[in-house]
Nanobody, 131 residues
């Protein structure tokens, strides 16, 4: 069973940065990513990384957010720069060991519903950006 634990959320001003971390209990996880849930409960898959290093980003975060993975420690990171009030929400780490899960990276359009493709989720960490 894969367990994911996020950390690094907080409250910042617009334009500032945060780095989220996600520690996974299982080493061999094929695909990992992040999705967020806005205050109105809208969910959006924002980025994912496959085991071969392929990465996908949603247009809403492209150029501002960066996903990376420390395979030795099995930690996933999300560096968030130039934060905007519309980035406010609960951020969830997601992962899946099944080979087909990385479809969220390979096929455009699948990323936005990342939460439907990656089976394991963390408990979430809150990010609040004020103007």
């Amino acid at each position: 069973q894969v367990q994911l634990v996020e950390s690094g959320g907080g409250s910042v001003q617009a334009g500032e940065s945060l780095r989220l971390s996600c520690a996974a209990t299982v080493r061999r996880v094929g695909c990992m990513g992040w999705f967020r849930q806005a205050p109105d409960n809208t969910r959006e898959g924002i980025t994912a990384i496959a085991s071969d290093g392929s990465i996908a980003y949603a247009d809403s975060v492209k150029g501002r957010f960066s996903i990376s993975r420390d395979t030795t420690k099995n930690i996933l990171y999300l560096q968030m720069n130039s934060l905007k009030p519309e980035d406010t929400g609960m951020y969830y780490c997601a992962a899946d060991e099944r080979p087909g899960a990385c479809i969220v990276v390979a096929i455009p359009g699948k990323l936005k519903e990342l939460y439907n493709y990656l089976e394991h989720w963390g408990q979430g960490t809150q990010v609040t950006v004020s103007s």
